[in-house]
């Protein structure tokens, strides 16, 4: 019955909605009649579910659950519940024929495994020892995610040597200095401010709030904010050439579309400035300082921010906080002031005056200038351990108590 359900859900014209969510709904509806009753439930359903997760998780665990029952109902191989067998086939069919990397192939099970959890199958099969040992073993075989290309963080110092040169591409630098400087020293990830097609407008005006000496950005669409109330996010000013709150304010009072809802980012002709606007720009003056382009990509700005505050000696739990990482369990009973995250904002503001070539990477050389993206933020302590910022001592010396 399920499988049959599942046929008449793939047999449909393309729709919008992911067909997971469409077959959930249905599956409720044909199991609980009073549902039925009530058409306009069914609707509120789908607009929930759609709602639960992001486009992208849906899109996963629809390409998981179907290359799954496709493999299944092709070799009529009972799908449901899964078996240890049917698993086993499964990935490896997926690893070694269609040659899927072995992430992909994990988070494909994971995805798989979400689904029938939601259809209240039984999923013991998932947990089985053969499964993890292929998996592990598919993860070991696998090239090193860093070996070819690690991509590089763009700190402080490199961003100041990019605003050397940036004037030489564009005469929109304004904007683009703003979007580099919030990017860096906000910790933030692409997708909460620059327009992609999926979200063309993150970031409006309205969702800023301006003080004498700080501004607050209200980030409507942010990782791990489930029920999208919004996180706050504080820009200080400092007084340095790097300063997001002027650069920031610059681009708001000069933009050519005033209204609340206009977006924050915008270029001379008022359109939003997306994120293949800003990546298309990083290229550019990468290969203007003799870098190889293909190891920057934006999300450098969140971690080139993150590992320049660690070089400087910042406390791993502030910069966890500025950067809205989930904290370890010990640091639920650390606090962080806004003076401390002010104080963050001052040191690397003050260290931004040095951008010659030796200190674009903060002290970190070789296989070290990548460290915070080959580590995560649970490595920042390390990061300050081995290096000395730019100007000599730790200009940060905090107690974490």
Same mark, same amino acid.
């Given at each position: 019955m399920v499988a049959h359900g599942i046929l008449v859900i793939l047999g449909q014209p393309k729709h919008k909605s992911p067909w997971l969510v469409r077959y959930f709904v249905?599956?409720? /509806?044909?199991?609980?009649?009073?549902?039925?009753?009530?058409? &306009? =439930?069914?609707?509120?359903?789908?607009? %929930?579910l759609c709602a639960a997760w992001e486009p992208s998780t849906w899109a996963t665990y629809s390409s998981a659950a179907k290359s799954y029952f496709d493999l299944c109902l092709s070799n009529t191989i009972v799908p449901l519940p899964p078996s240890i067998s049917s698993l086993l086939v499964w990935t490896l069919t997926l690893f070694s024929t269609r040659r899927l990397a072995a992430t992909t192939v994990i988070n494909y099970t994971v995805a798989l495994k979400s689904a029938c959890r939601m259809l209240d199958i039984d999923v013991s099969a998932f947990d089985a020892h053969q499964l993890r040992y292929v998996l592990r073993g598919m993860k070991k075989t696998c090239p090193k995610r860093f070996s070819s290309q690690p991509r590089l963080p763009i700190t402080i110092w490199l961003l100041a040597g990019f605003f050397e040169?940036?004037?030489?591409?564009?005469?929109?630098?304004? /904007?683009?200095?703003?979007?580099?400087?919030?990017?860096?020293? &906000? =910790?933030?990830?692409?997708?909460?401010? %620059?327009?992609?097609?999926?979200?063309?407008?993150?970031?409006?005006?309205?969702?800023?709030?301006?003080?004498?000496?700080?501004?607050?950005?209200?980030?409507?669409?942010?990782?791990?904010?489930?029920?999208?109330?919004?996180?706050l996010v504080t820009l200080y000013k400092n007084g340095s050439p790097t300063c997001p709150y002027v650069h920031l304010r610059t681009a708001y009072d000069s933009a050519a579309h005033q209204s609340p809802s206009a977006p924050v980012f915008q270029r001379k002709d008022g359109s939003a400035l997306t994120y293949k606007?800003?990546?298309?720009?990083?290229?550019?003056?990468?290969?203007?300082?003799?870098?190889?382009?293909?190891?920057?990509?934006l999300h450098g700005l969140r971690i080139g921010g993150a590992t320049t505050l660690a070089i400087l000696g910042v406390p791993a739990h502030v910069i966890k906080t500025i950067g809205r990482w989930k904290s370890l369990s010990y640091q639920l009973?650390?606090?962080?002031?806004?003076?401390?995250?002010?104080?963050?904002?001052?040191?690397?503001?003050?260290?931004?005056?040095y951008k010659a070539r030796s200190h674009w990477f903060g002290g970190l050389v070789g296989e070290q200038s990548y460290a915070a993206c080959k580590w995560g933020v649970d490595g920042l302590e390390t990061i300050a351990q081995i290096t000395t910022p730019p100007g000599g001592e730790k200009v940060v010396q905090w107690s974490c108590s």
């Open positions: 249905k599956i409720a /509806v044909d199991s609980q009649p009073l549902l039925a009753r009530f058409p &306009g =439930l069914a609707h509120a359903m789908h607009t %929930l040169v940036i004037s030489d591409f564009t005469d929109e630098e304004e /904007v683009f200095k703003a979007a580099f400087t919030s990017g860096v020293y &906000g =910790l933030l990830r692409s997708a909460e401010f %620059l327009a992609k097609p999926r979200n063309p407008c993150p970031l409006v005006r309205a969702d800023l709030t301006w003080h004498n000496d700080y501004v607050t950005l209200r980030l409507r669409y942010t990782k791990g904010d489930t029920y999208n109330v919004g996180v606007d800003v990546q298309t720009m990083l290229t550019k003056l990468a290969v203007c300082l003799h870098l190889d382009p293909k190891r920057f990509k009973y650390t606090r962080t002031s806004p003076d401390q995250i002010r104080s963050a904002f001052h040191a690397v503001g003050a260290t931004s005056q």
